[in-house]
């Protein structure tokens, strides 16, 4: 049993951002802050990726641990109404792995950073996650990349 009403429950659900969490704001400024320019929302791309980089080929989605049910310390199953929670979370977690096929087939890279991976971490752990994050990405980047055009895979002609 829940130990708050159902109405209170509601309305703290519905402040849970969908976008521009501290998370994905800190992953923002940090592919920045490191000269990586990109493209939010991924619209026209399967999932819509949070970030993408056309010049890198590359899409990266920032995922929170509980809904996307990361096997880390910071995703547990609630312990009321866990038949919906479970097939919710199965739901989401096949979801993912569809969008991530989908974009892999089409020829794009795809990274994935976890909540877990920069929150309550020290400055330079989230630092390093970061880093290594445009590593990743700037290893992905060669002469046969270079000339893909974003524009043509989101409007689905497949030409260059």
Known sequence: ???ISPEQRSALMSRIKGKDTKIELEVRRGLHALGFRYRLGGAGLPG???IVLPKYRTVVFIHGCFWHRHDCHLFRLPKTRTEFWKAKMDSNHERDTRNEAAL???GWQ?????ECQLR???VEDRAA???NL???IRSTLSTSTLATDYSATTRGSGTS
Do not use: E, H, Y
């Open 1 to 3: 049993m829940d130990v």
């Open 48 to 50: 819509r990726p949070d």
């Open 104 to 106: 892999r087939a089409v």
């Open 110 to 114: 795809v990274d994935t950073i976890w």
């Open 120 to 122: 309550d971490k020290c």
């Open 129 to 131: 996650t970061l880093t």
């Open 134 to 136: 445009g590593n990743r």
